[in-house]
């Protein structure tokens, strides 16, 4: 994300435990707390993988610490944020002037959902997979069951396991 945002001449912040702060530095990223990036950002992007330490992570009281007129973009799992309640209530009130999302916490989301007809709502699918690395690993997983299959042995990624047994 930082490379991305580079061009736009953004101060960078992020909060990212597991990053190591040298590569945090080479990217020109200042490293903060949750509560610095939510009260600071003018673009609130999330990118980490959902777990016991993520899940919910983005709930009402924090949202509450967000700067006037940000923008939220959650491009990484729908359970790492409480609900749409809370971001629906901060749209409404301005506090965000938009909310973008490609996952959600059940999916398909709830299309009723008063979010859904909000102006400065966008969602889309989640195209995650479709990275260079994500392709990458796909094709090699790919490669390595057809190759399982010719050489007689169980492929380890199977939709439909019961044809084994044939």
């Known amino acids: ?44 992007t999330l990118h980490c993988p959902q777990n016991e330490e993520t899940m919910s992570m983005i709930n009402r009281p924090l949202l509450t610490q967000v700067k006037p007129g940000s923008y939220f973009i959650n491009l990484a799992r729908g359970g790492i944020v409480e609900s749409l309640d809370p971001l629906h209530d901060m749209l409404v009130s301005g506090q965000f002037a938009g909310v973008a999302l490609d996952v959600f916490a059940i999916e398909p989301p709830n299309h009723t959902h008063p979010i859904f007809r909000e102006e400065n709502f966008l969602c889309s699918p989640h ?12 094709f090699k997983s790919m490669a390595d069951d057809m190759a399982a299959i010719i050489e007689g042995k169980q492929p380890q990624f199977v ?5 084994l047994a044939k």
Do not use: H
């Open 159 to 163: 939709v439909n396991p019961e044809v």
């Open 1 to 44: 994300m930082a490379r991305l945002a580079r061009p736009f001449e953004m101060n960078i912040i992020a909060r990212d435990p597991y990053l190591d702060p040298q590569i945090a530095e080479d990217l020109g990223v200042k490293l903060v707390s949750l509560d610095e990036v939510m009260s600071q950002s003018d673009f609130i």
């Open 127 to 138: 195209a995650l997979a479709t990275s260079d690395g994500a392709m990458r690993r796909i």
